[in-house]
C-alpha cells in the first residue's frame, strides 16, 4: 500500500521506533528505511537490551539524529519522554518483546522506551517478535489484551521460523508489513475524534432475573462486546453511557457506566438516556424471561419436581424501535442464532425496527476476545473478518457514524 513517490504515505510524520531486546532488533534497522522511504522523519529509542543486539551508532547514523538509550542525560535539562511522546505522531514497537509487552502492559515507565510510551500522545503499534512458546504463554497474550483494551493496535506476529530455527507464531511481521500498518494506525487515527458532540448508549453484559434472595436466572453473556464498543466511542469523542448487567470488567476510561441487574431496570436505564441519545447500541444478552415471581425467602428443596412460572420481559430493543420518531437515535442490535444467521437478522431488522444488526456466527461460542459477524441492514449483509472486539466496536460506530451524517 506505498503511495506514489510524489505523495508519500507518512510524509510530514514523526514516528518513533522503540527497539526492544530481542535477535529481531537487526529488522528494526530495515523498518526504519520503510517508514523514511514512506515520507516520515524518525527518531530512535532502544531499550538498553536491544543496544545488545544492534549497535545505536546504525540509528544514529540512519536518522541522523542521537538514537535514545538513556533517560539520564546529565546535560539534558528537559524532560525527554514527554518531549518525545509529544512529538512522535506515533510510536512503533519493533520488535517488542515479551518482556518489553509485560512492562508496557503494566505501566512500567523505568527505561526511555517505556516512559515515552508512557506519555504517548497517538497511536502505539507494537511488532511482537519472540520465541513461539513466549507467545503463547497466558502472561504475553493477557499483557498483549491490556494494551489492545488500551487502545493499542498490534502487526504480527506471524507463523514462520524462529531465530532458534523452530517454525511457529513468533516470528517479527516482515518491516515493510510494520510501515505499511503505521500508515493504516495513522490514517484511522485521523478519524478519531469523528464521534465528538455525539452521544451515546450502549448496553452489555447478561441480565439477572432473581428467583429468591440467593437464586437468579442468568445468561454466558461476558459483557466484553459491549464494554468494546464503549471503549471504542469514548476514544472517537463520544460522550458513552454504558449500561451494564452484572459482569466484573473494568469500566473503560471516559465512560459513564450505570450498573443494572435485570431486564426491567437495564429496560428503565436506557430508557432515561434514550430522548438524548445520537445512537444507541443494545449489545447486552437480555433475559427474554423472568419468574412471575420472586419469592422473598429462599425456596426450599423437596423430593418434587420444581415448577417455575416464567413471564415475558419487555423487549427494550423493539420498543425503542417503537418509540423513535424520524430514525433517531440510530438503533442498532445484536443477533445469536444457531442457523441461517442471515436470514434471522435480516427478520429481526425489520421485526424490531432498527437500522442494524449485528449477527453472532455460531462457530465462536462466548466470551473470546475476538469474534466473526455480519453487518445486516437494509442494503445488504457484509461478513467481517476474525478482527478483536474492539475492532468489531471501530466498524460498527463507523456505520453508525455514516448514518448520523455531518
Ligand atoms: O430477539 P433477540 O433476543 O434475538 O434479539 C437480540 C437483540 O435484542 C439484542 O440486541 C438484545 O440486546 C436485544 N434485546 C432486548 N430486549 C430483550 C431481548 C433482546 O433489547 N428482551
Not at 151 to 161: E, H, L
Not at 250 to 261: E, I, L, Q, Y
Request: proline share 6%; net charge neutral.
Amino acid at each position: 500500500m506505498t503511495d506514489a513517490p510524489d505523495s508519500p504515505a507518512l510524509a510530514g510524520r514523526n514516528l518513533l521506533v522503540a527497539v526492544g531486546g530481542g535477535i529481531a532488533a537487526y529488522k528494526a534497522v530495515l523498518l526504519v528505511r520503510a517508514l523514511q522511504e514512506r515520507g516520515a522523519s524518525v527518531r530512535v529509542a532502544m531499550t538498553r537490551a536491544a543496544t545488545r543486539f544492534v549497535g545505536p551508532v546504525t540509528f544514529t547514523g540512519l536518522t541522523g539524529t542521537p538514537a535514545l538509550t538513556e533517560l539520564w542525560d546529565p546535560n539534558y535539562a528537559g524532560e525527554l519522554h514527554v518531549e518525545l511522546g509529544a512529538w512522535a505522531d506515533a510510536i512503533v514497537v519493533c520488535p517488542a518483546t515479551m518482556n518489553l509487552l509485560a512492562r508496557a502492559a503494566h505501566g512500567h515507565a523505568d527505561d526511555v522506551v517505556l516512559a515515552t510510551l508512557s506519555c504517548a500522545t497517538g497511536p502505539v503499534l507494537y511488532a511482537p517478535a519472540m520465541h513461539a512458546r513466549m507467545w503463547a504463554q497466558p502472561a504475553t497474550q493477557r499483557a498483549v489484551a491490556l494494551l489492545a483494551e488500551a487502545g493499542a493496535t498490534f502487526a504480527g506476529p506471524t507463523v514462520g521460523r524462529l531465530a532458534s530455527g523452530e517454525k511457529g507464531a513468533g516470528r517479527l511481521a516482515e518491516p515493510e508489513d510494520v510501515a505499511d500498518a503505521v500508515v493504516r494506525v495513522l490514517h484511522e487515527a485521523s478519524r478519531k475524534a469523528d464521534m465528538s458532540g455525539r452521544q451515546v448508549l450502549v448496553s452489555a453484559g447478561p441480565t439477572y432475573e432473581d428467583l429468591d434472595p440467593v437464586r437468579y436466572l442468568g445468561n454466558r453473556a461476558s459483557g466484553k462486546m459491549g464494554f468494546a464498543l464503549a471503549a471504542a466511542a469514548a476514544a472517537r469523542g463520544a460522550e458513552v453511557t454504558l449500561v451494564a448487567g452484572p459482569c466484573t470488567l473494568r469500566t473503560p476510561p471516559g465512560v459513564h457506566r450505570v450498573d443494572v441487574r435485570s431486564a426491567r431496570e437495564m429496560e428503565r436505564a436506557i430508557l432515561d438516556g434514550f430522548a438524548r441519545a445520537d445512537a444507541v447500541v443494545m449489545a447486552a444478552a437480555v433475559a427474554d424471561y423472568r419468574p412471575v415471581a420472586v419469592s422473598e425467602g429462599k425456596i426450599k428443596k423437596t423430593d418434587q419436581p420444581l415448577q417455575l412460572t416464567l413471564m415475558r420481559n419487555p423487549d427494550i430493543l423493539a420498543g425503542l424501535g417503537r418509540l423513535r420518531k424520524d430514525g433517531r437515535p440510530v438503533l442498532v442490535g445484536f443477533a445469536l442464532e444457531t442457523d441461517n444467521v442471515i436470514a434471522h437478522a435480516r427478520l429481526k431488522l425489520d421485526k424490531k425496527g432498527v437500522d442494524l444488526i449485528v449477527a453472532n456466527h455460531p462457530e465462536d461460542g462466548f466470551g473470546g476476545d475476538e469474534n466473526v459477524v455480519s453487518l445486516v441492514d437494509a442494503q445488504g449483509a457484509e461478513k467481517l473478518p476474525r478482527l478483536r472486539k474492539r475492532a468489531i466496536g471501530d466498524r460498527i460506530w463507523d456505520r453508525v457514524v455514516a448514518r448520523l451524517g455531518p
